[in-house]
């Protein structure tokens, strides 16, 4: 009686543990055949196109306050920021894009907000044939109304940094005197681009923070078409993501990842706080009057 008691112990024993792997492989295998039943809907899925980076939406307050936390900092700054981070050689773009213009005594060309993106491709449509005045002029208004126009303005606020994905061989000036001022208008503080602008000496005398690539001089209809705006784009050879902070001076731009924010901008306030210090103190050695780079 006693053998009897034992094994029945120990087959129970075994049916304990087996029975809960039993289930899980018996789970696993009917969502697999159920994949392998209804391929169709993830494929279909996909043929109609899907982003896998989702963008986060972020309230006015939210990027006033992480805002706050970068005022001051230069891109040097943030990049040691960046390092402490552990996001060496990250978000640095391109020296290839540079500011249209700067400005030595007050440093009125840098600037520093927060993302909102937008994307122009190449167009694959036909150029426009000789046409008169105003059959031209009626093609020119469709292009910009419905191929390529600007839904990212009613994004634009208080702080916003437009960064445009654009084709860096098209010669095509997407950015111009005119509509640079209405972005400026709605609240963006800086433009950045990884390729042109037109009207370059107008931008320049309006003293609007522009970092390109080079000078275009097309207009966008016949050239390009607008593909998305406020999904993650690459400008300047690097991810950025709506709702990064976007740092901009005469050293290039570098974009912070907004997750990171916050440590970085700590970590460069104390760098810069000390760079100011130290070179305050040079500038008395050196009998310098003191400038607005160290206060």
Same mark, same amino acid.
């Given at each position: 009686?006693?053998?009897?008691?034992?094994?029945?112990?120990?087959?129970?024993?075994?049916?304990?543990?087996?029975?809960?792997?039993?289930?899980?492989?018996?789970?696993?295998?009917?969502?697999?055949?159920e994949?392998?039943?209804?391929?169709?809907?993830?494929?279909?899925?996909?043929?109609?196109?899907?982003?896998?980076?989702?963008?986060?939406?972020?309230?006015?307050?939210? @990027?006033?306050?992480?805002?706050?936390?970068?005022?001051?900092?230069?891109?040097?700054?943030?990049?040691?920021?960046?390092?402490?981070?552990?996001?060496?050689?990250?978000?640095?773009?391109?020296?290839?894009?540079?500011?249209?213009?700067?400005?030595t005594?007050?440093?009125?060309?840098?600037f520093?907000?927060?993302?909102?993106?937008?994307?122009?491709?190449?167009?694959?449509?036909?150029?426009?044939?000789?046409?008169?005045?105003?059959?031209?002029?009626?093609?020119?208004?469709?292009w910009?109304?419905?191929?390529?126009?600007?839904?990212?303005?009613?994004?634009?606020?208080?702080?916003?940094?437009?960064?445009?994905?654009?084709?860096?061989?098209?010669?095509?000036?997407s950015?111009?005197?005119?509509?640079?001022?209405?972005?400026?208008?709605a609240?963006?503080?800086?433009?950045?681009? @990884?390729?042109?602008?037109?009207?370059?000496?107008?931008?320049?005398?309006e003293?609007?923070?522009?970092?390109?690539?080079?000078?275009?001089?097309?207009?966008?209809?016949?050239?390009?078409?607008v593909?998305?705006?406020?999904?993650?784009?690459?400008?300047?050879?690097?991810?950025?993501?709506?709702?990064?902070?976007?740092?901009?001076?005469?050293d290039?731009?570098?974009?912070?990842?907004?997750?990171?924010?916050k440590?970085?901008?700590?970590?460069?306030?104390?760098?810069?706080?000390? @760079?100011?210090?130290?070179?305050?103190?040079?500038?008395?050695?050196?009998?310098?009057?003191?400038?607005?780079?160290?206060?």
């Amino acid at each position: 009686m006693r053998k009897i008691k034992t094994k029945s112990a120990v087959a129970l024993l075994i049916l304990t543990f087996i029975t809960p792997c039993l289930l899980f492989l018996i789970a696993a295998n009917t969502k697999s055949a159920e994949v392998r039943q209804n391929p169709a809907a993830s494929t279909e899925e996909l043929r109609a196109g899907k982003n896998f980076i989702p963008t986060k939406v972020y309230t006015a307050e939210q @990027d006033e306050q992480i805002l706050k936390l970068f005022e001051g900092l230069r891109v040097a700054d943030v990049s040691d920021g960046m390092d402490k981070a552990g996001l060496s050689n990250i978000g640095l773009m391109s020296p290839e894009i540079y500011p249209l213009w700067k400005d030595t005594q007050n440093y009125t060309h840098r600037f520093i907000g927060v993302a909102v993106t937008v994307r122009y491709v190449p167009t694959n449509k036909p150029p426009a044939p000789r046409m008169e005045t105003g059959e031209f002029d009626n093609w020119v208004s469709n292009w910009y109304n419905n191929i390529s126009s600007e839904p990212f303005v009613p994004l634009l606020r208080k702080g916003s940094a437009l960064v445009i994905d654009e084709a860096p061989d098209a010669d095509v000036g997407s950015i111009g005197s005119n509509n640079i001022m209405g972005w400026k208008l709605a609240g963006c503080v800086g433009v950045v681009t @990884d390729a042109t602008a037109r009207d370059t000496d107008e931008i320049i005398t309006e003293k609007i923070p522009l970092y390109f690539r080079k000078p275009g001089r097309g207009i966008r209809p016949g050239r390009n078409e607008v593909e998305s705006v406020n999904r993650p784009v690459v400008c300047g050879g690097v991810l950025v993501e709506p709702g990064d902070v976007i740092v901009a001076d005469g050293d290039g731009v570098i974009v912070v990842p907004r997750a990171h924010a916050k440590e970085i901008a700590e970590y460069a306030k104390a760098t810069i706080e000390g @760079d100011k210090a130290g070179r305050r103190d040079l500038y008395k050695q050196l009998g310098l009057p003191e400038d607005s780079s160290v206060k």
